[in-house]
């Protein structure tokens, strides 16, 4: 009741705003002959009863001289702040008419500033009408501008802390408790945070995502009838909600982890439109859920697509927001867009709408960002040689990566004392890597990791050497995705022929993170540790050993038979210790992943599952590393890097691989 109150009386109190008469000087020129007065008096007296047909408004006329397209009277009226608008019309060779509407009273960044256009019809009657239409539009524009900001207003005030609706009803100061007028309350609300929400576009970018999303799924829709398992809309609806129908599908990998792309794009739009964190996931989590449920209708609840379009897509869009950000408050260079554009098109689109509405809410200008954000991003070219199983077979490859890290706690790897929680991305991580060998791309691997909050405490302190002393960590509740896939070549990705492809795609579900960095006399120490509860896709490495003792994928798990992986669950322990004096850093990482078959769900088709068998696969990394600052952006490393990877299946088939590296890099840092 007082909400309703509130804005009862808050659209009232607008009336009295949107009646106000305002004051609008016209200055007309014709450039087709010595003499326009007669053209600019009768335009004058007809825009003055097109204007006051929608809104009383004051008009006062002025003619500039033929071939003046300055006028010092102009100056001298907008210097005495008379006048809201400034309408300059000219008209011009064949009989084009050029017109601007200036605002002179601009209150926010939320009102438009200047409003150029030509009519360039065959006839002056025709661009004479048009403009009438102009500053009709105009007109209507400055009756309403008040009542669209009263509802930007009331969307948006549930999130405000600097203004409040009392008791009464009355919007007021939430410190003070003073009352507040409209126009003195949008002002307050407007500058109070440059992230205000774009609800109704985030709601046709999502709606217009699932649609292309739609159109693309019956446009193979004979290749999706394979995946029709219900008939009927309602009786499929039933038996998802009772969860009969929630299990693992036995899509191709690369239809699976595209899911992780599709929960990245409704993650992007969200963000893209001020969304935080947190809302942005349960709408990414929500959108995925009407996939499923009611759009893919005809097939089973995927629990696995769940997983990786809503929870896995929002971790590593956040990933990619945060990069593009810190990308585009480091440069302003084409460069720069076009990176950031990549990972985050949707704040690239949007942004640029901002910037052509002349929207202050636009999220993507450079130096949007807290001034606390720290980030470093290095960009790598280098060349591998891997020895396999002993040093018997051997590879080489050159390699292409990007490593970034962007850091939201106050005073990051800076002076001072603090201590307190971020709750709102205290840290992203990526790396991304791709390698060409002998038969094109060999290796891919990718990690997008977000600490979704973390409680810090920090000490530092410089000598009089400008070097810091003292100690700095965070420890936090974190989630990431990992695509890891080796020795495999763009022809081989779905043969069931090449067994050479290995690949885990892991939805590094939920864990923990601890960063700590101590300093002395320009020495950094930095230790971290990620611990993770997984769920994955993952190629079954015993495989290989099963059919080659003449065993037949025939009654194995339909995803096994069809695709070579399963589904499995486990753990993540990731360790990094590294070292940094002046220009020389080494470091010392290792990583062990452990997983076996989940049957925490029914897989699709289990019931024609004859050899239920069992399941684990282990892969470890361990690594050492030295660098070299060459100058303050470039760097040469060299690394050593051991590979162990395992697999067992029930009936005692067991395989197990080691590949040692030696790497060479050029790193660009930025």
Known sequence: MR??????????????????????????????????RYWAKQ????????????????????????????????????????????????????????????????????????????????????????????VRNFVTYDKNKYLYKTQLLIAGLGESKQIQVNKDGVVVDSITHEPLTPKKAYAIYSEESPRQKHYLRAAIELSATLGFGLYKYYDNIASNKLDHDYQGFWNALKLKIKGDAAMTDDNSTAANVGHVLAGVTYYSILRSNGFSQLESTLWTIGSSAVWEYLMEYKEIMSV?????????????GEVFYQMARAIRNKSNSLWAKTFAGILDPASALNGSLDNWMKNKASLVQKGDLDASQWSRMELSLGFTNAKFQDGKESASSTRLGFNGKVVNIPLYNEEGKAKGLVLNSPAVDMEMEIANGKFGISDWHFLGKTVLAAYYDKNLRKNDRDELSGYEYFIGISSAFEWDQKNSNPGAYESSTRENRDFIANAHVIGSTIQVNGFYRGLKVSFTMDIFADYAMVSSYALEEYENAGNSRDGLLSVLRKRGYYYGSG?????????????????????????????????RFQDQVTNDADYRDDRSIAKIWISYALTKSTQVKLAYEVIKRSGEMS???????????VMGYLLYLF
């Open 304 to 316: 696995n697509d769940m997983i990786f379009t809503g929870w896995s897509g929002a971790v590593v």
């Open 571 to 603: 753990w993540t322990t990731a360790l990094q210790l590294k070292a940094q004096y002046k220009r020389t850093e080494v470091g010392t990482s290792y990583q062990n992943t452990a997983l076996e078959k989940s049957d925490l769900v029914k897989h």
């Open 651 to 661: 009936g005692g088939f067991a395989r197990l691989t080691t590949e040692k590296k």
């Open 43 to 134: 335009v004058c007296e007809s825009l003055h009863e097109t204007m006051n047909s929608v809104k009383s408004m004051n008009t006062q006329c002025l003619y500039t001289h033929s071939g003046s397209m300055i006028d010092e009277r102009v100056r001298y009226a907008r210097s005495k702040a008379q006048f809201h608008y400034h309408i300059q019309i000219y008209k011009m060779k064949n009989d084009h008419i050029s017109a601007q509407i200036t605002n002179w009273a601009q209150e926010d960044d939320t009102d438009f500033s200047t409003s150029p256009i030509t009519f360039s019809d065959l006839k002056l009657e025709e661009n004479q009408a048009s403009l009438h239409k102009f």
């Open 3 to 36: 909400f309703f109150l509130f804005h009862l009386l808050l659209l009232t109190s607008l009336q009295v705003f949107a009646r106000s008469e305002k004051t609008v000087l016209v200055s007309v020129g014709d450039l087709t002959t010595q003499d326009g």
